[in-house]
């Protein structure tokens, strides 16, 4: 078992997290929180994937919909736009 396995499983049986899912879950966010890149990244590959709209990937992202920062992505307009 690597150390991170293993520091996680001690954090779950200590009583902190219910479940693995749980502290993977937490852990996710603050990534997130600390990278906002990520966020904008993750939000794109939704968005490409269809998993969500245009006004939800800018949501995810923290950012609002702006064609010029899309276009170089390989984004287009084929869901609705934030007002």
């Given at each position: 078992?690597?150390?991170?396995?293993?520091?996680?499983?001690?954090?779950?049986?200590?009583?902190?997290?219910?479940?693995?899912?749980?502290?993977?879950?937490?852990?996710?966010?603050?990534?997130?929180?600390?990278?906002?890149?990520?966020?904008?990244?993750?939000a794109v590959e939704r968005y490409?994937?269809?998993?969500?709209?245009l006004n939800r990937a800018a949501e995810i992202s923290g950012l609002r919909y702006d064609y010029g920062t899309c276009l170089p992505r390989g984004l287009n307009n084929r869901h609705s736009l934030l007002s």
């Open positions: 078992m690597s150390e991170i396995k293993r520091d996680i499983d001690l954090l779950r049986r200590s009583g902190r997290f219910a479940s693995e899912e749980e502290f993977l879950e937490e852990a996710f966010r603050a990534l997130l929180d600390k990278r906002p890149e990520l966020r904008v990244e993750l490409k994937t269809g998993d969500v709209s």
